[in-house]
């Protein structure tokens, strides 16, 4: 099946300084990505969807520049968390789905990525 | 928005068989239905989808009775690798985003 990979798989960082995370497709072209994140014990919350060569579109809630999204190939999407807060701490999730089977509508859902900021 | 319900969390045994009923009353035309399972500090793991009547493949079955309002995983002979949270979406993806959102999910503990 289709593979999506993250790095890193998790990061420290100090606040206030900036932390990119890449979302890649290993198998497969993906126009279009999605970015979730995850605190403890809840479920997965939709921060952004990503299209290959636009801007992406942001869930009502969620800050475009503190947030910024990057979708430059068909196999790579970036986030990169500006300024980051110890209240951004969190597990951070990309998926992708892959068109090219047909009518099947699966999102592959990467690995996650532990962010945690002190 | 497709709104789905499902229970909150579900114990069972070892080798028996778990169904998880999801209701979606208001599902669209065109909406799928999707299962994923995670397990902690995972991302979600597609496990089966359907659209209508039953779906089987290696690790479970889909039944969607013909109104479409709900649909029931079937988890054959659970063991304690199965202890996961299993989330029922109900929707659609596209170029411009999702239909769907997250709900709380089921949380599944087998016990020995």
């Known amino acids: 099946g289709a593979v999506v990979s993250q790095h890193p798989s998790w990061v420290i960082c100090k606040s206030g300084t900036s932390v990119k995370i890449e979302c890649r497709s290993l198998?497969?072209?993906?126009?279009?990505m999605f970015w979730y994140r995850q605190f403890p014990k809840q479920s997965l919350m939709l921060m952004a969807t990503?299209?290959?060569?636009?801007?992406?579109?942001?869930e009502q809630g969620v800050e475009k520049d503190k947030f910024l999204i990057n979708h430059a190939s068909l196999t790579l999407s970036t986030l990169t968390v500006t300024s980051a807060h110890p209240e951004d701490s969190s597990f951070y999730i990309c998926s992708a789905t892959d068109r090219s089977g047909g009518t099947r509508d699966e999102q592959y859902f990467g690995p996650g990525t532990r962010l945690t900021v002190t | 928005l497709a709104k789905t319900t499902q229970p909150i969390s579900m114990d069972s045994y070892e080798g028996q068989e778990v169904n998880i009923t999801c209701s979606h009353n208001?599902?669209?035309?065109?909406?799928?239905i999707t299962w994923y399972q995670q397990f902690p500090s995972q991302g979600p793991r597609f496990i089966i989808q359907?659209?209508?009547t039953k779906v089987t493949n290696e690790v479970a079955s889909l039944f969607i009775p013909a109104d479409r309002k709900s649909s029931t995983l079937s988890l054959p002979r659970v063991s304690l690798s199965d202890t996961a949270v299993y989330y029922c979406l109900v929707g659609t993806t596209d170029n411009y985003g999702q239909n769907f959102v997250f709900g709380p999910g089921t949380r599944l503990s087998v016990l020995p």
């Open positions: 208001n599902i669209a035309t065109n909406d799928y």
């Open positions: 359907g659209y209508k």
């Open positions: 990503s299209n290959e060569g636009s801007k992406a579109t942001y």
């Open positions: 198998d497969f072209q993906a126009t279009t």
